[in-house]
């Protein structure tokens, strides 16, 4: 036995080697197409790079310029006003659908596989979908109102800056159900019938059986479900893209629309940079405070602290 | 022209001996003279340009593209793409140097990164030469330094689209061509339940193209000769004060309107007066539908009126080609750009989409497209008409920055519609304004 052969037997049985080689594609992959983005993205902000010049460092420059300018101040309050809102909603809907769906009901298999509808549809289709549908002149919903004589003039959805701010949540809400609801279908459906029959042994009604039974058991899957939600639309920006465009009057501008208006068809790289890294410590947070939650849950044991 | 004589370039009589097949008919009128350019051995090429709107437009640039490979042997791949999609893929062609040889982009697209742009200056100078010469906004929007970075393809012409009858039973004979009698007009319609409309949202084309003009025409400018930041002056107010008037004699919705928008409503028949370019028009002559057909007949464009200063000031959308310094054939990259600029390919372009797009050299007016239908006509010189977007001071980042923002199209919105008063929504565009104007 050469002493070659002996360490490329050794390699081969050496779990550790072996698993830093297992590793090696996926922490490519990663690294390359999710940690020098980030970082470059990170960086540029801190440049003053425009798409025809590399720049320099400028310190915290954009961010002061961010500072003093009202479109950036209107985008991150209507992102968090969308995000809350859309949030909010697609939480409740998206349990209140989770708790029918988990019932005996006739051809479930089919009304859950239809349910998954809005989410299996590419979204920008769905958001060409949603601008008709909120059409200043073709819209079926007034069409609908005014034939029934219900209303005199169309509806202005995407004109009046409020209307406009309801009409794209409730566009991301129909979108984003689907997650919500499915995955906290699943999270019920690994509570024991068990816990529910003795509970109403016990004397329980359905608000009780939910609150003391469901509740606690679903609270896991709760948080991870509305981090992910909450990121997704925190981050969102094809409804917007397509919808509006941030107007009227940057009333639905979000943080990540106003980013990529003003890096690429402004050509001002650097600032977009720096207001798409300015929505990381608000993501950071989310993350954060899911996580801490998810530890004192103890989870990971299938322990509670009931 | 001593530089044709450099190697790379044939005449093209030699070129023409070398073995092209099709000759004669292609190369056309003013044979004698030409500039040509050798294309690489093996030369491919890919170009991305935009399509919108009128079909005839892309169906005669690819034929007019076959036309070059069977002449030259180049192969060339043509990405056609909706038309706010090319600023972004350009940028990203210009930023990781590859991508398309050859961009067809918009506005002050060069500007952004000069440095990344082949020198077209030969190219451009033969072409001034032999077809009367480019307008000025073309040398604006082509030249840098006087090096030009783009060759100009023209301008997507945006003037006022209307209803000949609506107008006349408004009382009026046609678009008045003074503002007070426009606004006079734009009140009849409103109140023969006729409104006009133009869009206030995002729109990048029709949005910023009316807006321009109404404060360019009544005075206003962004930017003084030095590159002041020079919006808030009495001229914009006025302009706004006008939009304040105007707004109420919309459609309603108009602040939601993204540029589809007011085509659709047009051919609704809901809208009797809006800014577009000819493609409302090119849509109802050619649909199959009689009653869209009733009403191209009805159907007649007119310039905006003239305010203050006594001028055009209009805004139209021009687009040029760019050609990437990372081309590996960048003399069959000229080469094409010649071949699909010259006569014989550009008229019949033009006609494909009826005059979609105005030539930037004056020779194209003489393009029989003009004359066929004298609703066309009004199209032919607008080239002539229009302001730059970095008006009064240079094309660079920051008015491509400032108009990416939407700065001005949100000024005019929010003093319309009253959500600032007019001395208000003027001081907070000029603060954004003043965001990109620093240095």
Not at chain 1, 19 to 43: E, N, R
Not at chain 2, 162 to 185: N, Q
Not at chain 2, 390 to 407: R, T
């Amino acid at each position: 036995m050469t002493s070659g052969t002996s360490l490329l037997s050794r390699v081969q049985n050496d779990r550790n080697v072996l698993g830093l080689v297992f590793l090696f594609p996926a922490a490519a992959l990663l690294v390359v197409f999710l940690t020098y983005p980030l970082g470059l993205g990170a960086w540029l902000g801190f440049t003053d790079t425009t798409i025809g010049r590399s720049g320099r460092f400028v310190g915290l420059e954009n961010f002061a310029s961010l500072l003093r300018d009202s479109v950036f101040w209107l985008s991150v309050w209507n992102t968090f006003i969308y995000t809350a809102v859309a949030s909010a909603v697609k939480f409740g809907l998206g349990l209140w659908l989770a708790l029918l769906l988990n019932r005996n009901i006739p051809f479930k298999s089919f009304v859950r596989a239809i349910m998954l509808m809005p989410f299996i549809v590419p979204t920008v289709l769905s958001a060409i979908a949603f601008w008709w549908i909120y059409d200043s002149q073709f819209s079926i919903i007034s069409w609908t109102l005014v034939r029934l004589g219900l209303i005199h003039h169309y509806i202005d959805f995407l004109g009046d800056p409020v209307l406009a701010r309801a009409s794209v949540i409730a566009a991301n809400v129909w979108r984003g159900i689907p997650f919500v609801a499915i995955s906290l279908l699943a999270g019920l459906q690994t509570i024991s019938p068990s816990l529910y029959e003795a509970a109403t042994l016990d004397g329980a009604g359905s608000w009780q059986r939910f609150r003391h039974v469901t509740y606690p058991l679903l609270t896991p899957i709760i948080a991870v479900v509305m981090t992910f939600s909450v990121i997704f639309t925190f981050t969102d920006f094809q409804l917007i893209y397509v919808i509006t465009r941030g107007g009227p009057m940057n009333a639905t501008h979000l943080m990540a629309t106003l980013a990529f208006q003003r890096a690429i068809p402004g050509g001002q790289l650097a600032e977009g940079a720096a207001l798409a890294g300015a929505m990381i410590p608000f993501l950071l947070a989310a993350i954060l405070i899911s996580w801490f939650g998810l530890q004192r849950r103890k989870w990971q044991q299938g322990g509670s602290d009931a | 022209m001593s530089k044709m004589t450099r190697r790379e370039f044939v005449k093209t009589t030699a070129g023409a001996a070398a073995g092209v097949s099709l000759g004669a008919s292609l190369v056309g009128r003013a044979e004698a003279a030409d500039l040509s350019y050798k294309p690489e051995k093996g030369a491919k090429l890919r170009v991305l340009r935009w399509k919108r709107f009128v079909q005839g437009d892309e169906d005669m640039w690819m034929q007019n593209t076959k036309k070059f490979t069977e002449k030259t042997g180049v192969e060339v791949r043509v990405d056609n793409e909706g038309w706010e999609d090319v600023r972004p893929k350009a940028a990203v062609a210009a930023n990781v140097g590859s991508g398309p040889d050859i961009i067809i982009g918009w506005y002050d697209d060069p500007f952004q990164y000069p440095d990344k742009l082949l020198d077209l200056s030969e190219l451009a100078s033969y072409l001034g030469k032999k077809y009367g010469g480019w307008y000025d906004i073309c040398r604006r929007y082509g030249t840098r330094d006087g090096k030009w970075i783009a060759l100009p393809l023209g301008v997507v012409g945006n003037l006022l689209t209307y209803r000949e009858s609506h107008v006349r039973a408004a009382g009026f004979d046609g678009v008045p061509g003074d503002l007070p009698g426009f606004l006079k007009l734009c009140q009849a319609l409103k109140a023969k339940g006729t409104p006009a409309g133009m869009a206030l949202g995002h729109a990048v084309g029709d949005g910023n193209d009316w807006v321009h003009w109404l404060v360019w025409t009544h005075g206003g400018k962004m930017v003084d000769d030095k590159g002041n930041v020079a919006l808030n002056s009495p001229e914009t107010i006025a302009a706004l004060e006008y939009a304040k008037e105007l707004y109420p004699t919309f459609v309603p919705g108009t602040l939601s309107w993204l540029d589809p928008n007011n085509n659709k409503a047009f051919i609704d028949g809901q809208v009797s007066l809006t800014n577009n370019g000819i493609s409302i028009y090119y849509a109802a002559k050619n649909s199959t539908d009689p009653k869209l057909k009733e009403m191209a007949a009805d159907i007649n464009h007119a310039h905006f009126p003239i305010g203050p200063v006594g001028r055009r000031t209009e805004f139209n959308q021009i687009t040029s080609a760019m050609l990437f310094k990372h081309s590996k054939y960048p003399n069959a990259a000229r080469e094409y750009l010649r071949f699909m600029w010259e006569w014989d390919q550009y008229d019949a372009w033009m006609k494909a989409a009826i005059g979609y797009v105005s030539g930037p050299l004056k020779a194209f007016e003489k393009s029989t497209v003009w004359t066929v239908d004298p609703k066309h006509t009004i199209f032919r010189d607008l080239a002539g008409g229009m302001l730059d977007n970095g008006y009064a001071y240079k094309l660079g980042a920051a008015s491509a920055a400032v108009m990416a923002d939407c700065v001005l199209i949100d000024m005019v919105a929010e003093a319309a519609t009253g959500a600032q008063t007019p001395k208000a929504a003027v001081e907070r565009a000029e603060k954004r304004a003043l965001r990109y104007y620093k240095i």
